[in-house]
Every structure is written in C-alpha cells, then in structure tokens.
Nanobody, 115 residues
C-alpha cells in the first residue's frame, strides 16, 4: 500500500524558515520522480518543486525559486523541502506525490506564514 506522510509544517513569521519532510513507503521510492505540490485556501493545486529519482535534477516554480530547496534520501525513502524567506503567499497545505504512480498524496502539512 502506498503511503506518504508529510510533516514539518507550522506557523512562521514572514522571512522565517521551515523544513518539510515526506516519509514514503509501499513503492520503489528510488525510481520515481517526486513532486512537492501545495494548495492555498480557495485555490487549486500548484506544483512547487520536483526532483529526479536520483536527486541529480531539480526544478522549482518561479514563485519559490531561490528560496526553496528540494532534496531526497533514497536510503531512507524520504523527501524534503527546505523553505527559507517565507512569504504570506506561501501559506498552503503542502503535499508530496510520486510522478506517474497514480494520484497518491498524503494528508498534507499546513504551512502558515503570518505575523
């Protein structure tokens, strides 16, 4: 059974940082490209970042480029998103999802950026 468990969200002031984690199980994590996506209140899903199976290629939405860093540890089946210089517009529920496996997401982790 595919399981994805996101964690690390919280309330942070503008300019602050958070490090999100995604624990993956039930599939061969190291052969899938992984996405971080987010959903802000009243909006659709937005692709934030993606990483290749071996972690040697990454890509970011223009809105987070230079502030967020995606990484993975295939030995631990873990995906990460380091978020720095957070802005109120980053407020959303963040999800990790494997690409091409099916419409799998975890419960998400809430990130709220507010003073």
């Amino acid at each position: 059974e595919v399981q994805l468990v996101e964690s690390g969200g919280g309330l942070v002031q503008p300019g602050g940082s958070l490090n999100l984690s995604c624990a993956a199980s039930g599939f061969k994590f190291n052969i899938y490209r992984m996405h971080w996506v987010r959903q802000a209140p009243g909006k659709g899903l937005e692709l934030v970042s993606q990483i290749s199976p071996r972690g040697d290629w990454t890509d970011y939405a223009d809105s987070v480029k230079g502030r967020f860093t995606i990484s993975r540890d295939n030995a631990k089946n873990m995906l990460y998103l380091q978020m720095d210089s957070l802005k109120p517009d980053d407020t959303a529920v963040y999800y990790c999802t494997p690409v091409g496996l099916g419409n799998y997401r975890g419960q998400g982790t809430q990130v709220t950026v507010s003073s």
